[in-house]
């Protein structure tokens, strides 16, 4: 893979360096404004670029090279976007003045909140200012309980190794090489991604794709003693990240069978994969299904595909686990996010597409 960074006045401009440096199958790893509100702003966009896609493949298709500029250029899971506005980059969204920003938002959400007879029994309909006061202090009470933690490393001298489970199709294996994506590029950590998916025909393709595109190491495990294996083999990397299958959390033998392949791998932190979009019923369910494996911590997707947060709050407020990482959309490795405690709290007051607005103004 090679990676390379562009600098130009504007988004449009950076993004045409890119294809013309790279082509249309260029994977933008990160994008920031330099200089941001001086007449010297410009746009820093980092690319890449799979090498070898590039030199078997680009030849064959001459007429993805006539694309409009309008038209997003899409090659696998590697999407060129022209944003719309210049988005801050993950690392800029968590670093920058949060409790600042967060202190000006105002609290007028009016979306799915308990209404005032599921709180804490009342009975009688409340008065509608009341109702809100009240609703109001008891979502914030929630809110205070969530805590958040990362990637934690029982013995340094080994690998961390998390194992990414949860329900089918809740973004597992898409947050798996968004995980690798952060602690390679961004954090420099030599990582390795193992895949327990034999289930669907391509759900390992998926994953190997991600690798390859990163040049990262890729193992499927098709027994538990491949998966002991396969960790064995890396005891040199930094992190280790295993992707399951998903299945129903109504199965009961799911949650054992992984309990299961992990027991001969010492050190495994499971992390719970929990879609906002989930039903509030399913989502108590799931998290009880999975209590078994006990969790190291919750990873929340499918921001972006809800405005109702106050089931997912709830929930994760009643769990005792804390939450990890947060997703919000497909791209990989852009929709992502290391959970942060002032984030999450403005996050469940606000809601996605007004917390995204305020960081890009
Ligand atoms: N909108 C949105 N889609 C996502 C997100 N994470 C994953 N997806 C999509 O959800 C689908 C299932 O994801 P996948 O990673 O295969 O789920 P898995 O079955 O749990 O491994 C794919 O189409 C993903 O692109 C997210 O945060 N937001
Ligand atoms: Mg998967």
């Not at 602690?183 to 998926?206: E, F």
């Not at 499927?220 to 990240?241: F, W």
């Not at 499971?270 to 209590?291: F, H, R």
Request: charged residues 25%; aromatic residues 6%.
């Amino acid at each position: 893979m090679i990676i390379k960074r562009f600098e130009a006045a504007t988004t449009p401009q950076a993004m045409q360096l890119v294809k013309k440096a790279l082509g249309e199958d260029a994977v933008i790893f990160s994008q920031k404004t330099l200089d941001k509100g001086t007449p010297a702003q410009r746009v820093e966009i980092m690319a890449a670029m799979d090498y070898d896609l590039e030199k078997n493949e680009s030849s064959a298709r001459p007429a993805a090279q006539e694309k409009t500029a309008d038209k997003p250029a899409t090659y696998g899971y590697a999407t060129i976007r022209r944003p719309k506005k210049t988005p801050a980059t993950r690392v800029e969204r968590q670093q920058a003045d949060l409790p600042e920003k967060f202190a000006k938002l105002l609290d007028n959400e009016e979306e799915k909140w308990p209404q005032s007879t599921d709180v804490k029994g009342t009975e009688a309909p409340l008065p509608k200012a009341l109702h809100r006061q009240q609703v109001k202090k008891w979502r914030d009470e929630l809110i205070d309980k969530i805590q958040v933690e990362h990637l934690t490393s029982d013995n340094p001298d080994d690998p961390d190794i998390i194992a990414l489970v949860g329900p089918t199709g809740v973004g597992k294996t898409t947050t798996a090489a968004k995980l690798a994506a952060w602690y390679h590029l961004h954090q420099g950590k030599k990582v390795t991604l193992l895949s327990m998916d034999c289930y669907r025909i391509g759900a390992t393709d998926q994953l190997r794709t991600y690798a390859r595109i990163m040049r990262l190491p890729c193992e499927v495990a098709v027994r538990k003693e491949d998966l002991a294996g396969a960790v064995a083999r890396h005891q040199d990397a930094d992190l280790i990240i295993i992707d399951t299958a998903g299945k129903s959390p109504y199965d009961p033998h799911h949650v054992d069978e992984l309990a299961d392949w992990f027991a001969p791998v010492a050190g495994v932190q499971p992390l719970l994969c929990l879609s906002a979009t989930t039903k509030k019923e399913d989502l108590s369910q799931i998290v009880s299904s999975y209590q078994a494996l006990a969790p190291r911590s919750l990873i929340l997707t499918k921001l972006d595909e809800t405005r109702a947060y106050a089931a997912i709050c709830q929930q994760v407020a009643s769990t005792k686990m804390p939450v990890g990482y947060l997703t919000m959309g497909q791209r990989v490795p852009e929709d992502f996010m290391v959970a942060d405690k002032p984030f999450l709290d403005a996050f469940f007051k606000k809601g996605w597409s007004v917390m995204a607005q305020e960081m890009v103004n």
